[in-house]
């Protein structure tokens, strides 16, 4: 009984939120928001700069190895996750609700979808930490255990240098 009352609760809560009558509480963020995202890799990676194209291949397994041989390993945040909503908008075409029936169809051929973090710090952990890997970030978040190689502008425009942010 407790259980189903405290699913009404947040589902008043969601609605009213959606509806812009309230806010909900969330975690503060790592450093003030962009609209930029920034495209990350280990620091210690040989790779400058990535293009639009290499990007989409690699989160959609079909480039599967960097220049040195060693084995790209992509990672996404979750699904409804803003930044990825907005990451798979710009890079892969489509929402990550539509990706589905892609995965669904590469998982009978052998092939698994990037692997999943559940956040920003997660993401930065993963990459730094990780031989291999890449992902993505607000550029505001972006801090001195990976390196950019590519910039997304809020309007989807593919940036070659880092661009002015105002970040706390």
């Not at 956040?119 to 970030?137: K, N």
């Amino acid at each position: 009984m407790a259980a189903m009352l405290n699913f009404r609760v947040l589902q008043l809560l969601l609605g009213l939120s959606l509806l812009g009558l309230t806010q909900l509480p969330h975690a503060p963020a790592h450093a003030a928001e962009s609209e930029v995202l920034a495209i990350i890799v280990p620091a210690n990676l040989a790779v400058k700069r990535l293009s639009a194209s290499e990007l989409s291949l690699i989160f959609l397994r079909k480039k599967l190895y960097w220049p040195n041989g060693k084995r790209m390993r992509p990672a996404n945040l979750p699904t409804q996750h803003d930044l990825r909503q907005r990451f798979s908008l710009r890079v892969l075409g489509s929402l990550p609700e539509t990706q589905a029936e892609y995965w669904n169809e590469q998982y009978f051929h052998g092939v698994l979808p990037p692997h999943v973090v559940n956040s920003q710090e997660a993401m930065l952990r993963y990459v730094a930490d990780t031989d291999g890997a890449l992902g993505y970030v607000d550029a505001c978040a972006v801090d001195g255990r990976v390196k950019v190689v590519a910039w997304i502008n809020y309007d989807g425009s593919w940036l070659v240098s880092p661009p002015p942010l105002a970040c706390d």
